[in-house]
């Protein structure tokens, strides 16, 4: 399995951004896709999940409203659209799958693309 995570990149506070995370290698569609982030000097923080069988899907509070999760099941890809983005929304932005039990538990996820850094920043 794998996860190809892109989008990153710098953008004013107000603005948005979208990445998505290019998933290869499952061989059914149950898993979960989730979206974490990990600021300097914080703890990683779980935002958002995806479920790729029945579309199930979860936020964190810090995210609701701001940030959508979406998926193409055709491509196999996950999207994190990115609203009123605030300078605390800077961080390494990563995806993961849990493809074992198709949990939302960051403890589980199993695999995981590379960061996209996301700066937010006047």
């Known amino acids: 399995v794998q996860l190809q995570a892109s989008g990153g990149g710098s953008v004013q506070p107000g603005g948005s951004l979208t990445l998505s995370c290019a998933a290869s290698?499952?061989?059914?569609?149950?898993?979960?896709i989730g979206w974490l982030r990990q600021a300097p000097g914080r703890e990683r923080e779980r935002l958002s999940c995806?479920?790729?069988?029945?579309?199930?899907?979860t936020y964190a509070d810090s995210v609701k409203g701001r940030f959508t999760i979406s998926r193409d099941n055709a491509k196999n890809t996950v999207y994190l659209h990115m609203n009123s983005l605030k300078p605390e929304d800077t961080a390494v932005y990563y995806c993961?799958?849990?493809?074992?039990?198709?949990?939302?538990?960051?403890?589980?996820?199993?695999?995981w693309g590379q960061g996209t850094l996301v700066t937010v920043s006047s």
């Open positions: 993961a799958a849990d493809g074992t039990y198709a949990t939302c538990h960051a403890a589980l996820f199993d695999s």
């Open positions: 290698g499952f061989s059914s569609d149950y898993y979960v």
């Open positions: 995806v479920s790729f069988s029945d579309g199930w899907i």
